[in-house]
Every structure is written in structure tokens, then in C-alpha cells.
């Protein structure tokens, strides 16, 4: 009989190839699969030589090499691909095999798929999966969700792949029903786009407003990331601002200042509106990028408005302390915001999300693995049902310390003409959150004025509605109540 293998890989791209080669070394016996044979001889004859591989371009033979419960994981672009390969592997599976989507597909299409397969009598899991390349090969942050009966077939492999922290807890464990885990992941991503963006915003204060050389600035974000922001973002920060190209310079100045994207931060924003969610600093650091990438308009638009930034003269150490707290403030709203964003899509889609075991997840492997993340997991910890992050006495306490600088960050900032659209939407959040009474009885007198959308009325009790003839000229129709 010929062997079999404990997990079919197809995709063995960056991502692929290196999660393959992670399996294999963590005892796990992998057939993987390409459209072109020569990637997989480049591969089976390369990295793989000598270990624990087979390859095939052809699906059934894939299938056919696998010990059943069959476990195929697919490494490939979101959309169609996907759903073309899961009708290519359709006809060859039985009953209970599974399919593991751990791409960076949409979480409406996990969703979607979940469903579609329960009906064949097929089990799907789409698993968010964050490290990179480094994280892929030596142990990325994994977020399993989909048909729960399948966690425990691909829970030995997942968890074993996965990074493991100081404790010996594994970033990897089950996230939820249908869609969570690719939702969970894309939130991941969106608090990611905040922190590179806010980190960004950090370095140009830096350079522009102290006016610190790149290898100061190297030695400041080191220095920050042995505190309150060790996290992997400052540590590469550190690294990127010292690092010297072929001529002994600086690569940094020298790297174009349009920024890319590949789409998951723009849906983390589109979830939130979707969701009623202020996930204010993401959506500025999405935004952030799509005006990085008007190069030229800004160019030609700089030579019509004149900048002239004066750097500090003085207290610039002191600025540089305000600035770390500023940062550690800021970075905490837009966690605060991604977890808000969670917590209600778990009510809409019936998910029952671990908010602590999330934080757990993300604290080795992942891109935005902090040690911030502890304390978060500890506020969930302590209470399961935490309304907000901002709630938390550690939060608390932390806030009321570093809110100052924040304020005073923003402001030189402001007055100079710099632009920090994150550290000025964390502010702007946090002022939001903690004020007992906003503007918006005028917004809601305007829209009753001019469209009878009526409103609430502070001395009758939530939930009834008012509407009142501004004019003399209308009538008593009304139009249908807000959406909060």
C-alpha cells in the first residue's frame, strides 16, 4: 500500500511553502500541490529535499494520498480561486474530510462556504493565520472558525504550527461559528493598519518637528520597545531606520512615500459602518494610505501651500516622552476600537467569541503581537463582559496618564502643519467616549427639521419618538425612526 500523508497543502507560494515547511518539522507529513509542476520540483528539490514531502499537480492524486479524515489546506488568493478549488475537491472527498481555507479570504465568504459544504456533508474551516513569512515557518498566530466538529481533526496540526509564548500558551485556538475566524483576523489586520500608521505619524514628528537623524531615531524606537510598546512594529521600526543600503545610506529616504494595500484594512471599515461601529483611527489609517498614493497631486499641491516647519528648540526630550505616551495611548484606542467592532459582530452573527483567548492568540506570532496584548487579556479576564476597554482600571489608570501628552502631541502637531489623522482620531475617540452630552440633539433637530425623521426626547423614557412642526407648514407624517 502506498504511503499516506497527514495533510494536503495547495498553494505553496511565500505563505504556503513555509507553512508546508513548518508542518513537516513539527512531524507532520505533507503532500503539496501547484498549478505548475516546476514550482513544485523547485520546491520538493530545494527547501523540501530530503523531508517528509510529496507533490502533485493533479487533484485526485492529492486526494488519494491523504489518511482519512482527509485534511486539505488551501494557501491561494481569496475570491473565486478559492471556490474554484473547493468545486475541484468537492467530487473527490467523503463524508467528513475538511477543507481549511487559511488565505485572507473574506469573512462573507467563509460564511458562505461554511454553509455551502455543511450541505455536502463536507467540514470547512477558515482560519485567519498572521506572521508573515518569518511567522509561517517558525510559528505563526492561527484563528480557526467555521464547522466546530472539525476542530478537533485539525487542532493537532494548527496547534502544533503555531507560535507559542514565553508561558507555553499557544497562539491558536478555537475562534467560532462560520465566518469568525477570517472576521477575527481581518480585525487583526485593521488594528495593524493603525499601528503602522500611528508608528508612521511618530517617525515623521520625530524627523520633521525634533528633527532627529534616522540612527537617532533607530535608538528611540529601541528604547521604546523595552517598555509600555515592546511589541514586534517598534522592533522592526528600529531595525528599518538603521538599516544601510548597498552605498552605506539610509534605504528609508530612499523608499517612495505611496503606500500599498491589499484590501482587508478597507474591510475591516466597511464591517464597521455595516456594524455602527466608530472604528475611527482604522478608518483614518486606510484612508492614510489612499492619500499617500496621490504622490504626484501632493507634490504639485506642496508647491501651492507653503509649509515652513519650525523643529523644537528646546524640550526635546521632553516632547519625545510625550510622544511615547501619546503613542501608547493611541495605540490602545484602536485596539479599543477593533474589540468594539468584535464584540458586536458576535451579536449579529450569533458568534460566541473569546475576547481574552483572542488577545491570548495574538500575542506571539502575529504581526501585532504586543505586550499590551496581556493587559487586555487580563481586563477579560477579570470581567468577560467588559462594555469597553476604556472601562478597565488598568485602562483607566493608563489614560488618565498619557491622555495629556496625547492632547499636547496633537496640538504641536496641528499648529505646525504636520499631519497625524490616527493620533488625532484616537483623541478625538477617547473625547467622543467620555463625554456625557454630544451635539448630536442639534443633528437630530436638523434631521427632524428638514426630513420628519423625529427623535427621543431626554425627559421621556428611550424608545419613543417625537416629531415636531418646525415650519407651521408641514404635517404629522413622519418618516422612520434612526438607526443607532
Not at 56 to 73: G, H, I, N, Q
Not at 321 to 330: F, H, N, P, S, T
Request: hydrophobic share 40%.
Amino acid at each position: 500500500m502506498s504511503k499516506l500523508y497527514d495533510i494536503g497543502l495547495i498553494g505553496i507560494a511565500v505563505m504556503g511553502e513555509n507553512l508546508a515547511l513548518n508542518m513537516e518539522s513539527k512531524g507532520f507529513s505533507v503532500v503539496v500541490s501547484s498549478r505548475k509542476q516546476d514550482t513544485i520540483d523547485a520546491f520538493l528539490k530545494g527547501r523540501a529535499k530530503g523531508k517528509n514531502f510529496a507533490g502533485t499537480t493533479d487533484m485526485k492524486e492529492l486526494v488519494s494520498m491523504l489518511k482519512k479524515p482527509r485534511k486539505v489546506m488551501l494557501m491561494i488568493k481569496a475570491g473565486n480561486p478559492v471556490d474554484q478549488v473547493i468545486e475541484q475537491l468537492i467530487p473527490l472527498l467523503d463524508k467528513g474530510d475538511v477543507i481549511i481555507d487559511g488565505g485572507n479570504s473574506n469573512y462573507n465568504d467563509t460564511t458562505r462556504r461554511s454553509l455551502y459544504l455543511r450541505d455536502k456533508d463536507l467540514h470547512y474551516i477558515g482560519t485567519g493565520v498572521s506572521g508573515g513569512e518569518e511567522g509561517a515557518l517558525t510559528g505563526p498566530s492561527i484563528m480557526p472558525g467555521g464547522h466546530k466538529e472539525a476542530w478537533p481533526i485539525v487542532k493537532p496540526i494548527l496547534q502544533a504550527i503555531a507560535a507559542k509564548v514565553n508561558d507555553g500558551q499557544v497562539c491558536c485556538d478555537w475562534v467560532g461559528e462560520d465566518g469568525a475566524g477570517h472576521f477575527v483576523k481581518m480585525v487583526h489586520n485593521g488594528i495593524e493598519y493603525g499601528d503602522m500608521q500611528l508608528i508612521s505619524e511618530s517617525y515623521h514628528l520625530l524627523k520633521s518637528l525634533v528633527g532627529l537623524s534616522n540612527d537617532q531615531m533607530a535608538h528611540v524606537f529601541k528604547t521604546w520597545n523595552q517598555g509600555e510598546l515592546d511589541s514586534y512594529l517598534i522592533e522592526i521600526t528600529s531595525e528599518i531606520l538603521a538599516f544601510k543600503d548597498e552605498n552605506n545610506e539610509a534605504l528609508i529616504d530612499k523608499i517612495l512615500d505611496a503606500a500599498g494595500q491589499k484590501g482587508t484594512g478597507k474591510w475591516t471599515v466597511n464591517a464597521a459602518l455595516d456594524e455602527g461601529i466608530p472604528l475611527t483611527l482604522i478608518g483614518e489609517s486606510v484612508f492614510s494610505r489612499f492619500l499617500s498614493a496621490l504622490k504626484e497631486e501632493r507634490v504639485v499641491a506642496s508647491k501651492h501651500y507653503k509649509k515652513e516647519i519650525k523643529p523644537l528648540e528646546n524640550d526635546q526630550d521632553i516632547f519625545i516622552e510625550d510622544l511615547r505616551k501619546a503613542l501608547y495611548g493611541a495605540k490602545i484606542m484602536s485596539y479599543t476600537q477593533g474589540y468594539e467592532l468584535m464584540k458586536a459582530a458576535a451579536k449579529t452573527y450569533d458568534w460566541t467569541l473569546n475576547y481574552g483567548g483572542i488577545a491570548l492568540m495574538w500575542r506571539g506570532g502575529c504581526i501585532i503581537r504586543s505586550v499590551l496584548l496581556d493587559k487586555i487579556k487580563n481586563a477579560f479576564d477579570k470581567n468577560p463582559n467588559l462594555t469597553n476597554l476604556l472601562l478597565d482600571d488598568y485602562f483607566k489608570d493608563t489614560m488618565n496618564k498619557v491622555i495629556p501628552s496625547l492632547r499636547k502631541v496633537v496640538s504641536k502637531a496641528v499648529l505646525q502643519g504636520i499631519p497625524v489623522p490616527t493620533l488625532s482620531a484616537a483623541l478625538a475617540y477617547f473625547d467622543g467616549y467620555t463625554t456625557d452630552r454630544l451635539p448630536a440633539n442639534l443633528l437630530q433637530a436638523q434631521r427632524d427639521y428638514f426630513g420628519a425623521h423625529t427623535y427621543e426626547r431626554t425627559d421621556k423614557k428611550r424608545g419613543e419618538f417625537f416629531h415636531t412642526n418646525w415650519t407651521g407648514k408641514g404635517g404629522t407624517t413622519t418618516s422612520t425612526t434612526y438607526n443607532k
